[in-house]
């Protein structure tokens, strides 16, 4: 299927998006699978468009269903979330600079990732034996760092932790923890994810429109039970009563 829409796309048209970034960087791809020939040129691109749905979709999608969860729980952060949107984009769609002015929706969304992080474990290898404080980590040690952990310790964030408390980002993330490093749901350092600043516009998107149109309420059948999956899902779906705002 990727590859007939690559077709179309090389035959017909020329457009600027990240699949004509993937077809640009297949050109110039050094044989990283052996001898450039067609074959590797389809396989570095299939391979990227994977690679890309995979980390993109579902990681927006739960994150998307956690932050509803808990506005839904939470009435007077949806009221405050609402108020803005409809202050900044009133009756027409959210552009860019809207998006870019929502502070109170990017702290509920930052808040969720806080507490929902989708993907809960990074995975580095030493490449080689490195001494990190006293603890010696001989060449080839897979190390997973738990983002979960990282973000609700107490020593890090003080006794509201576990709490849903958006308000500590009002002053960004270097003002919610004594270690900003240690909010990390998109990760750090060079292989930190490459979608998240499309991540976040999304969720602006997905949440302003949704806010600008219904209230909603958890349902009494929402049964609370985050679940460690590929991504951190909700085990038994979430339920909402949605009216119109
Ligand atoms: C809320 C949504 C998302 C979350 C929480 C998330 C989280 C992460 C995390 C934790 C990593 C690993 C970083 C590391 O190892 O240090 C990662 C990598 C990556 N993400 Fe995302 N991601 C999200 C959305 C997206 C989207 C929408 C895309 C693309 C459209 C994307 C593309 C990638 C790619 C390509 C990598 C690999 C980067 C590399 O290895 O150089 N992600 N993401």
Redesign the pocket.
């Known amino acids: 299927m990727i590859l007939k829409v690559v077709k179309q796309r090389t035959e017909a048209s020329y457009e600027e998006d990240l699949l004509q970034m993937i077809l640009e960087g297949a050109k110039s791809n050094n044989g990283y699978y052996g001898p450039s020939t067609d074959n590797s040129r389809d396989k570095f691109i299939v391979d990227n468009c994977k690679?890309?749905y995979f980390?993109?979709y579902e990681?927006?999608a739960i994150?998307a269903s956690w932050s509803l969860m808990l506005l839904a729980a939470h009435p007077e952060w949806q009221a405050r979330a609402r108020a803005e949107v409809l202050e900044i984009v009133g009756d027409s769609l959210p552009d860019a600079n809207m998006l870019r002015n929502m502070k109170t929706l990017t702290m509920v969304i930052q808040e969720t990732?806080r507490l929902y992080?989708?993907?809960t474990f990074?995975v580095r290898e030493a490449l080689e034996d490195i001494t990190f404080k006293d603890i010696m980590i001989p060449k080839g040690t897979n190390m997973q760092i738990p983002?979960p952990i990282l973000q609700q310790h107490y020593d890090l964030w003080g006794p509201d932790a576990h709490k849903f408390n958006p308000e500590r980002f009002a002053h960004g993330i270097i003002g919610a923890c004594k270690t900003p490093q240690a909010y990390m749901?998109?990760?750090?350092?060079s292989?930190?994810?490459?979608?998240?600043h499309?991540?976040m516009t999304?969720?602006k998107v997905i949440l302003s429109l949704i806010l600008s149109k219904f209230c909603f309420s958890l349902s009494p059948a929402y049964q609370h039970s985050p679940a460690f999956r590929l991504v951190i899902v909700p085990e038994h779906g979430i339920t909402l009563r949605v009216r119109t705002a």
């Open positions: 690679s890309i980390a993109g990681t927006t994150t990732l992080p989708p993907v990074v983002i749901p998109f990760g750090v350092g292989r930190v994810c490459a979608g998240q499309f991540a999304e969720l």
